[in-house]
């Protein structure tokens, strides 16, 4: 059972670069969901997808984009990195069924912009 | 904006103790999760209680909910080595697709 998988698990990028983040899950879940973790923060919502075709922006989405081509893929885009961007990012996806249902997590891409 | 906030920021404590943490939030909610980190991983769901449920146990784990107080706490019980983590609250709000989480716990347990 693979569950929630991210890659890739490290990059390092220089200002200006652009790259995608692939989040591929198992579970025909619905919703997924991009945060992003920074010392001290927390998880911080990026930008989220309720379903194939649809995404909604979340608490810091600029500086970002996201597709939701298939179901079970959920890809975050950077189009001209900054340092700003250096985090770790985390891809989770949870069923529709109810709200009252947990998120699962991938186990996170490590980006540092140089 | 952070809904959820854990206290303490961090705690040790040793092993076979029992470990309590807990999060204050704003807002109405739908319901309340607790996760866990282990170093370099994601987080894992540990426990979610409903809005309507006072208390919940799961293992070693036992939640409450006081929802006039905005409060939750996390007990672990006979805590392990292998408890340290950071543990994480997140609420999800009313008929909202989302869940905001706070900034954390970091639980240390000695040997």
């Known amino acids: 059972n693979a569950g929630v998988t991210q890659t890739p698990k490290f990059r390092v990028l220089k200002t200006g670069q652009s790259m995608t983040l692939l989040c591929a899950q198992d579970m025909n879940h619905e919703y997924m969901y991009w945060y992003r973790q920074d010392p001290g923060m927390g998880l911080r919502l990026i930008h989220y997808s309720v379903g194939e075709g649809t995404t909604a922006k979340g608490e810091v989405p600029d500086g970002y984009n996201v597709s939701r081509l298939k179901k079970q893929n959920f890809l975050l885009g950077l189009e001209s990195a900054a340092p700003s961007q250096t985090s770790v990012y985390f891809c989770a996806s949870r069923n529709r069924v109810s709200v009252n249902q947990p998120q699962h997590f991938g186990d996170g891409t490590r980006l540092s912009i140089l | 904006s952070q809904q959820g906030e854990e206290d303490p920021q961090a705690l040790s404590i040793q092993e076979g103790e029992n470990a309590t943490m807990n999060c204050s939030y704003k807002?109405?909610?739908?319901?309340l999760q607790w996760y866990r980190q282990n170093s370099g991983r994601g987080l894992v769901h540990l426990i979610l209680?409903?809005?309507?449920?006072r208390e919940k146990h799961s293992g070693r784990l036992r939640v409450t909910l006081d929802t006039s107080k905005k409060s939750s706490s996390l007990l672990i019980t006979a805590s392990r080595a292998a408890d340290t983590a950071s543990y994480f609250c997140?609420?999800?709000?009313?008929?909202?697709?989302?869940?905001?989480f706070g900034k954390g716990t970091r639980l240390h347990i000695l040997p």
């Open positions: 997140a609420t999800g709000m009313n008929r909202d697709d989302k869940i905001i």
């Open positions: 209680i409903r809005s309507n449920e």
């Open positions: 807002t109405s909610i739908n319901n």
